[in-house]
């Protein structure tokens, strides 16, 4: 027998730890990955649902098929992975998702799609980034979460939700003038079209003053509706803890309330044709990838970084959004937005980083009581052996 001799064994040896070093950081950079494709899907969702939309599908029509989608790609996945926990359904729980769904997603998702008839796909991923300190709010008012101050995380947790909010209005109602590169860049583009005789695309279009802003009110108020669900989210999923049958409920309530919104809204049958073209790719994308896949993968990631962590790239849909948006759509950037823009992102961080302080702080706080419990339960055994 050939015995390995030394050398190559230390090789091999050190060959083994280099691939296991690259292994350990591949497993690290995964959920990095994840999350930079969750914002790519996002953007996505932003700019294929404005396609649509555009091109003339009804806002309304669309809801119902995007959660008829989203209910059929998650029942399967529910039914298997989630039969062993899911608890029993009594009618008041039920009634209970039904009336979630109606006022978060049913509301939200109608008030979004309606809102991006008038408004841009830039507008739609920047103003997502102030639902967190609209949930804030909203959790502040309901007396579900505390403010405190005096203390750094607090005030941060204020002033980055006053930002943030600000950073919206200032987006939706403040335009200031055009960015000289991106308009060089639009008439240079504009001046080429015409001297070929090319029609602008449908998607490149100018919006009224009054529709901009009755679009923008719908913005906020789906977000605000968003970050009532997210509230009321919380309070269902300690009654049924099986999170993904929960989403496949509220999907199919938000599918038939969304159908019932549609009939009364759009009577005309050829608004609900669907063909083999871009209206049907939008709604099995935001229905099938954005409900299904980055669900999964959001979840994932919470549980591996946390959810502060997850939010913080949620300005990045707002970038991809806003770079395809300008080169497809010829979208025209406006100083007024890009000042919005950053006051949104600076006032989300503000929020999580306060909102990251006060839970570490908490988690101090247990740790010292339960360590001061400890500590008392041993001495009263010493004195009770005494």
């Known amino acids: 027998m050939s015995q390995t001799s030394p050398s190559n064994m230390k090789s091999y040896c050190k060959v083994k730890s280099i691939m296991a070093g690259y292994a350990v950081a591949m ?43 989203a209910a059929i790609a998650l029942a399967p996945f529910a039914f298997f992975f989630e039969s062993g926990k899911a ?85 939706a109602f403040v335009k200031g003038p055009p960015l000289k590169f991106m308009m060089n860049w639009y008439q240079s583009s504009h001046d080429h079209q015409n001297h070929h005789h090319v029609h602008s695309d449908s998607l490149s279009k100018s919006y009224h003053k009054g529709d901009w802003i009755k679009g923008s009110l719908m913005m906020l ?65 935001c229905g099938i990838i954005v409900t299904g896949i980055s669900y999964w993968l ?30 497809l759509w010829k979208e025209a950037l406006y100083l007024g937005s890009v000042g919005g823009a950053i006051l949104l992102v600076a006032g989300l961080y503000s929020v999580l980083w306060g909102k990251n302080k006060e839970d570490r702080s908490a988690r101090v706080t247990n740790e010292r009581i339960i360590v001061q419990q400890r500590k008392e339960e041993i001495n009263l055994e010493c004195i009770t052996h005494q």
């Open 298 to 327: 959001q979840v994932w990631t919470i549980e591996k970084k946390g959810p502060v962590f997850t939010a913080l790239f949620t300005p990045l849909a707002l970038i991809v959004t806003a770079i395809f948006s300008a080169f």
């Open 27 to 69: 497993e690290n950079q995964k959920p990095y990955i994840a999350l930079v494709f969750i914002q790519f899907v996002y953007a996505g969702m932003a700019l294929f649902s404005k396609a649509a939309i555009s091109k003339g599908m009804n806002p309304f029509v669309f809801v119902v098929y995007r959660q008829a989608f």
């Open 87 to 171: 608890a029993p359904l009594s009618t008041t729980l039920l009634c209970k998702i039904f009336l979630v769904s109606l006022i978060g997603i049913t509301l939200s998702l109608n008030l979004y799609y309606v809102a991006l008839n008038y408004t841009s796909a830039t507008f739609a991923a920047a103003t997502t980034n102030a639902i967190p300190a609209i949930t804030f709010v909203m959790a502040v008012l309901l007396r579900m979460e505390s403010i405190s101050i005096r203390s750094v995380h607090g005030m941060a947790k204020v002033l980055g939700s006053a930002v943030s909010v600000s950073g919206a209005l200032v987006f």
């Open 221 to 285: 108020s789906a977000n605000t509706a968003w970050s009532l669900w997210l509230i009321l989210q919380g309070v269902v999923v300690k009654q049924y803890p099986a999170k993904l049958r929960l989403t496949t409920l509220q999907c199919f309530f938000s599918c038939i309330q969304s159908a019932f919104c549609a009939i009364a809204m759009e009577r005309n049958p050829s608004s609900w044709k669907l063909g083999w073209d871009l209206n049907l790719l939008s709604v099995a994308y």
